[in-house]
């Protein structure tokens, strides 16, 4: 199965690339066109586009972009004069990649929690504590808020509570102080990340939850209820790795989406990450910029979801590599 994955990846990033130098070539403007509305002198529009290639025909221009690409060279960014593509994103990508970093850990623990605590309720045998119930009630409906609310409003929501709440509540705690926005140290990814991560833990906590309960009527869940363990006892030591399957194939395409950050997030913490980048690509109409981004989101995604199915066989060896 890897190495099926393995030989389809050029397949599908070659399908990928068509479609989106399509998509680009059909839509209007031209990224030559002057930012303020001015006229250019079509002698130095024509003149410019010779430079970078852009008077050819579609499939020529592709062919170009495939034997740069081949050579490491991604092309230059005609939104941002002066510089070449692959400045851009070795400029960008550390700052998306560190924040994705820490929203998926940030999802995938406070999901795992979540989804553990959700479930105790629910098992048969020992009648939940009210301390249990109210745990588990609290991590429901912190996974209905997740689901329901996106990114960037729990982004601004955030902004609020920490820009007045907290400040004027504990004003001689500055450790409850976060950086509101930019980029430079550790505190700054805080929000931003439990922003961008709240939505895949829900989604985690949901997933966890009912595969927890659907195992609790298992003959080993039953035997080792059975020998007196707590709830909390059989589903750390019995029940949580095999219950993880569906978690691992959740974290294949929730993965790329949040390593490769989110726009609005980065838009509203002002984070010079890809996000931003793309954004600007695509109002710009910045083939290479846009291109590179583009097989790099496909890339990611492609690859993420391999490392899901070697994932699989480590949580269960009965899965065929």
Same mark, same amino acid.
């Given at each position: ?185 550790? $505190?700054?990814? &805080?929000?931003? @990340?439990? !922003?961008? #991560? =709240?939505? +895949? /833990? %829900? ?14 009527? $298992?003959?080993? &869940?039953?035997? @080792?209820? !059975?020998? #007196? =363990?707590? +709830? /909390? %006892? ?20 929730? @993965? ?66």
């Amino acid at each position: 199965m890897i190495a099926r994955r393995l030989l389809q990846l050029p397949l599908i990033l070659g399908t990928v690339f068509v479609l989106t130098l399509l998509a680009v070539w059909v839509l209007p403007g031209s990224p030559l066109d002057s930012a303020d509305g001015r006229q250019v002198d079509p002698a130095v529009t024509r003149a410019m586009e010779a430079r970078y290639g852009l008077d050819a025909s579609a499939p020529v221009f592709a062919g170009r972009y495939l034997a740069g690409l081949a050579r490491g060279d991604l092309g230059p960014s005609l939104a941002y004069p002066g510089r070449d593509v692959v400045d851009v994103l070795a400029e960008a990508a550390p700052v998306s990649i560190t924040l994705g970093l820490a929203a998926l850990g940030v999802a995938v623990v406070l999901g795992t929690l979540a989804g553990v605590l959700a479930a105790l309720p629910g098992f048969p045998g020992r009648p939940p504590t009210p301390a249990l119930r109210a745990a588990g009630t609290g991590s429901l409906g912190l996974a209905l808020v997740g689901v329901s609310l996106p990114s960037f409003v729990v982004g601004t929501v955030l902004l609020a509570v920490f820009a007045g709440l907290t400040r004027r509540l504990f004003p001689g705690q500055p450790f409850l102080h976060l950086p509101l926005g930019g980029w430079g140290s550790a $505190a700054s990814l &805080v929000l931003p @990340a439990v !922003a961008l #991560g =709240l939505a +895949p /833990a %829900a989604y985690i906590a949901r997933l966890l939850r009912g595969e927890l309960i659907e195992s609790g009527t $298992a003959g080993y &869940v039953r035997t @080792a209820r !059975a020998k #007196g =363990l707590s +709830p /909390a %006892a059989v589903v750390l030591t019995h029940q949580l790795r095999p219950s993880m399957l569906p978690v691992l194939s959740y974290l294949g395409p929730a @993965a790329a989406s949040v390593l490769t950050g989110s726009f609005v997030v980065e838009k509203v913490f002002n984070l010079p990450g890809l996000g931003s980048h793309f954004v600007n690509a695509v109002l710009n109409k910045d083939q290479f910029l846009l291109l590179a981004l583009v097989l790099g989101y496909a890339t990611l995604l492609v690859l993420l979801n391999l490392l899901v199915d070697v994932l699989y066989r480590f949580v269960d060896p009965r899965v065929a590599a």
